[in-house]
């Protein structure tokens, strides 16, 4: 395999015209005893071929007991470094190493560990949405889903710093009454939904409950008729009697609710820019069926963790998902 292509990032060699990568890729799972995990904002042919598909915490806590011997992580990098730090024996691959985060982009590791230093005696929250190294000067990790719960859990007095989205520890900070110091980092897909735009699709059809991620700015949290993460919009829109949703997240979680709700309709919340009538993460979208079935098949790229970074980084994620156990999320 040494002369196999990944200089761009993912493995560069041609395939047949006439390949089915669905077929190829199931057979490849089997031989190599390998589990595929994806997120929820993966393209739908990717979701549907996942053993898994989930949220940051689901993905997590998927790849802590997995029994596989290789993890094919379909999202994006810090995903699959989360995998590689909580199962370091395990072949941890994912299909684009280019598929970065621009949420972790906004919180450098050497800036964020000289914002910790520069407050001492504060608790560090980090989201997941982060890098290995943030994490590694981290005292818990959070995802959307267990944010709220994980901040209440420690003492309403206690020093917090809060860290990269200023959106999401704003709309904490709202709910829960706390003053946590905030990094100011933001998700560019969150960042990009329109008002306006939205609050014309609400004329357009006005029985449509609008779902908000919490990383949205506060504008369009205030007009939500729901705020929860990937899973908590998932599960509301499976439950809700309504029949029709606006949605202010990656439009890819649409896959799985058009999925499990047939009979009702999902309209993506549009961004900013007038070209596009739904809102995609570039990064989470580099990855492709072809990319998947060249990874399983020369295992390539393999995501890798500094030793050291990995032993600091892996408390708070531990940490994350024994509070999360005691409180059954």
Same mark, same amino acid.
């Given at each position: 395999?040494?002369?196999?292509?990944?200089?761009?990032?993912?493995?560069?060699?041609?395939?047949?015209?006439?390949?089915?990568?669905?077929?190829?890729?199931?057979?490849?799972?089997?031989?190599?005893?390998?589990?595929?995990?994806?997120?929820?904002?993966?393209?739908?042919?990717?979701?549907?071929?996942?053993?898994?598909?989930?949220?940051?915490?689901?993905?997590?806590?998927?790849?802590?007991?997995?029994?596989?011997?290789?993890?094919?992580?379909?999202?994006?990098?810090?995903?699959?470094?989360?995998?590689?730090?909580?199962?370091?024996?395990?072949?941890?691959?994912?299909?684009?190493?280019?598929?970065?985060?621009?949420?972790?982009? /906004?919180? +450098? #590791? *050497? @800036?964020?560990?000289? &914002?910790?230093? !520069?407050?001492?005696?504060?608790?560090? $929250?980090?989201?997941?949405?982060?890098?290995?190294?943030?994490?590694?000067?981290?005292?818990?990790?959070?995802?959307?889903?267990?944010?709220?719960?994980?901040?209440? /859990?420690? +003492? #309403? *007095? @206690?020093?917090?710093? &809060?860290?990269? !989205?200023?959106?999401?520890?704003?709309? $904490?900070?709202?709910?829960?009454?706390?003053?946590?110091?905030?990094?100011?980092?933001?998700?560019?897909?969150?960042?990009?939904?329109?008002?306006?735009?939205?609050?014309?699709?609400?004329? *357009?059809?006005?029985?449509?409950?609008?779902?908000?991620?919490?990383?949205?700015?506060?504008?369009?949290?205030?007009?939500?008729?729901?705020?929860?993460?990937?899973?908590?919009?998932?599960?509301?829109?499976?439950?809700?009697?309504?029949?029709?949703?606006?949605?202010?997240?990656?439009?890819?979680?649409?896959?799985?609710?058009?999925?499990?709700?047939?009979?009702?309709?999902?309209?993506?919340?549009?961004?900013?820019?007038?070209?596009?009538?739904?809102?995609?993460?570039?990064?989470?979208?580099?990855?492709?069926?072809?990319?998947?079935?060249?990874?399983?098949?020369?295992?390539?790229?393999?995501?890798?963790?500094?030793?050291?970074?990995?032993?600091?980084?892996?408390?708070?994620?531990?940490?994350?998902?024994?509070?999360?156990?005691?409180?059954?999320?």
């Amino acid at each position: 395999m040494d002369n196999v292509d990944i200089s761009k990032g993912y493995v560069n060699v041609p395939v047949e015209d006439n390949i089915d990568f669905k077929t190829e890729i199931e057979k490849l799972k089997k031989e190599k005893n390998a589990v595929i995990l994806a997120h929820y904002y993966q393209s739908g042919d990717i979701q549907d071929i996942a053993d898994f598909i989930g949220d940051s915490l689901a993905l997590a806590q998927w790849a802590s007991k997995t029994d596989a011997d290789i993890i094919v992580l379909c999202g994006v990098h810090f995903m699959g470094e989360t995998a590689k730090i909580l199962c370091p024996d395990k072949k941890v691959l994912v299909p684009d190493m280019n598929a970065g985060c621009s949420l972790a982009d /906004s919180c +450098p #590791a *050497e @800036e964020f560990s000289k &914002f910790v230093k !520069d407050n001492p005696g504060h608790t560090v $929250i980090s989201y997941v949405n982060t890098s290995a190294a943030v994490k590694a000067v981290t005292d818990v990790v959070v995802t959307s889903t267990n944010a709220r719960q994980i901040v209440e /859990s420690f +003492p #309403a *007095e @206690e020093k917090i710093i &809060f860290g990269p !989205d200023r959106n999401l520890g704003n709309y $904490i900070n709202s709910i829960t009454g706390r003053n946590m110091k905030l990094w100011d980092g933001a998700c560019h897909v969150h960042e990009q939904f329109s008002l306006e735009k939205i609050v014309a699709l609400k004329k *357009e059809h006005p029985e449509a409950l609008l779902l908000a991620h919490p990383e949205c700015k506060k504008v369009i949290l205030m007009l939500a008729d729901k705020v929860g993460s990937t899973a908590a919009l998932l599960k509301f829109a499976n439950e809700s009697t309504a029949k029709e949703f606006i949605v202010a997240t990656e439009s890819g979680i649409l896959h799985e609710m058009k999925k499990n709700n047939p009979d009702k309709v999902f309209i993506p919340a549009p961004p900013n820019d007038s070209t596009c009538a739904c809102n995609e993460c570039n990064f989470m979208r580099l990855n492709t069926m072809k990319k998947l079935y060249l990874t399983l098949k020369y295992e390539l790229p393999e995501i890798e963790v500094d030793k050291d970074i990995a032993e600091k980084a892996v408390l708070p994620i531990r940490k994350m998902l024994d509070i999360s156990a005691e409180l059954g999320l």
